[in-house]
């Protein structure tokens, strides 16, 4: 929880600084969905709700800023689902109606974006099956999300992002954190570098075991 708060709050001071910038706002509400789930795992239900409306004002703003699409609408699915999470018995009635039609309009707006098979599936997963849940059905719904999720275009789309900030005037290099990411980073710009006569120089940042953490 205490990452996925913190990547919030990473993502909320970017917003702040790109104001025009929608995917800031967008990646915000993200993992603030994302630590509300956590929550839930913890069993700190009483925390849910606090989380939920960080995220709900975030897709406020970000509704401001796009139209609403497939995505928008997962994501608004996802809070309900949290609403719902935090009080089930209570709130069942009220914002069950609110996640299904959500869901409805993102498969209605893309039927091909494969969070919608992947939420749909965790919906039957943890559902009991007297009450319409059903793991086969869920394990179904999983298999459509992963052929639906398209690798190459992810490759490609991030490939495409590396390559664009490599055209600059100024020396560049990569920040090794020492994670996937930046590892990942790191790889592809070496292999657009390749045969350029340029090279990569990359940096990492030692902290003492005693040192506060700067992030």
Avoid at 44 to 60: F, N, P, S, Y
Avoid at 183 to 211: K, V, W, Y
Wanted: glycine share 6%.
């Amino acid at each position: 929880v205490t990452e996925m708060i913190e990547i919030a709050n990473y993502f909320d001071r970017i917003s702040k600084e790109e104001a025009k910038e929608w995917l800031p706002v967008y990646y915000k509400a993200f993992s603030d969905i994302r630590a509300g789930f956590a929550y839930n795992t913890m069993g700190k239900l009483d925390l849910i709700d606090a989380q939920t409306d960080e995220a709900e004002k975030c897709m406020d703003k970000l509704e401001t800023m796009i139209r609403p699409n497939s995505e928008t609408w997962c994501l608004r699915k996802m809070i309900a689902t949290m609403r719902i999470v935090a009080d089930p018995f209570n709130r069942f009635q009220t914002y069950g109606p609110i996640s299904e039609s959500a869901i409805a309009k993102a498969r209605e707006m893309n039927p091909e974006n494969p969070r919608i098979y992947l939420l749909i599936g965790e919906d039957k997963f943890h559902t009991p099956e007297e009450f319409g849940g059903s793991k086969t059905e869920a394990k179904t719904l999983f298999e459509t999300a992963i052929e639906k999720l398209d690798l190459q275009a992810l490759q490609s789309s991030l490939t495409q992002a590396v390559e664009k900030r490599l055209m600059c005037d100024v020396p560049f290099g990569v920040l090794l954190s020492g994670g996937l990411d930046s590892s990942l980073i790191a790889s592809i710009t070496s292999r657009l570098l390749e045969g350029t006569g340029q090279e990569l120089h990359s940096f990492s940042i030692g902290l003492d075991a005693s040192a506060p953490d700067l992030i």
